[in-house]
């Protein structure tokens, strides 16, 4: 299995601030379409993850642009040029380049 | 606007089978790009991604499950299902349905998720 790591894995933000999280990967998830098969997803509290960028650096439909994903073969950062309120939850990335699809920890965003 | 929404028991025995249905609107599950996958989390722990199956029949499922996993479509009710065998308390977890398309995404639409507790 591809195995995926976060850091950091708890994260307090102030409003306003820019926020990063890095996922790594055990493999490579550049695939032979020229894409990278990680997405990033939102955990809000009491809510079930929702999808926040799709092959490493796409903003899902709706993602404000405060959201950016970047990187490339193992190594991938989320940012958050400037946290609001509502950006609070877990942060997870997830492998689907190879079968088991396969998560990082999370990273628990909170307010300071 | 594609919903995907989870049904099922929410109490399982042990040793029991634990069976979920994900019923699908606005989108058809016989389109061929795309796939229904069954994620679950168990308390105090991370995601687990269970399988996936796609309208032509194709299925992968997460070998740490082993031979106790499957899951079926009913196209005419725009449904599928998971069933996972012999379940114990490890299996107790939030569990979700959710959508993906291949070379797009890996989980673009999910469901609210239904939480299963194995107990006696």
Redesign the interface.
């Known amino acids: 299995d591809i195995e995926m790591t976060q850091s950091p894995l708890s994260l307090p933000v102030t409003p306003g601030e820019p926020a990063s999280i890095s996922c790594s990967s055990s493999q490579s998830l550049l695939h032979s379409d020229g894409n990278n098969y990680l997405d990033w997803y939102l955990q809000k509290p009491g809510q079930s993850p929702q999808l926040l960028i799709r092959l490493g650096s796409n903003r899902a439909a709706g993602v404000p642009d405060r959201f950016t994903g970047s990187g490339s073969v193992t190594h991938f950062t989320l940012r958050i040029s400037s946290v609001e309120a509502e950006d609070v939850g877990v942060y997870y990335c997830m492998q689907f380049k190879q079968i088991p699809f396969t998560f990082g920890p999370g990273t628990k965003v909170d307010i300071k | 606007q594609v919903q995907l929404q989870e049904s099922g028991p929410r109490l399982v025995k042990p040793s029991w089978t634990l069976s979920l249905t994900c019923t699908v609107s606005g989108a058809s599950i016989i389109n061929n790009n795309d796939y229904w996958?069954w994620i679950r989390r168990p308390a105090g722990k991370?995601?687990?991604?269970i399988?996936r199956i796609y309208s032509s029949g194709t299925i992968?499922?997460?070998?740490?499950l082993g031979s106790r996993v499957s899951m079926s479509l009913d196209t005419s009710n725009n449904q599928f299902s998971l069933h996972l065998t012999s379940v114990t308390a490890a299996d107790t977890a939030d569990y979700?349905c959710a959508r993906?398309r291949d070379?797009?995404?890996?989980?673009?639409?999910?469901?609210?998720?239904t939480t299963v507790t194995v107990a006696s």
Not at chain 2, 46 to 49: A, D, H, L, Q, V
């Open positions: 996958n991370g995601m687990e991604w399988g992968n499922y997460n070998p740490s979700y993906g070379h797009v995404s890996g989980l673009n639409v999910w469901g609210q998720g």
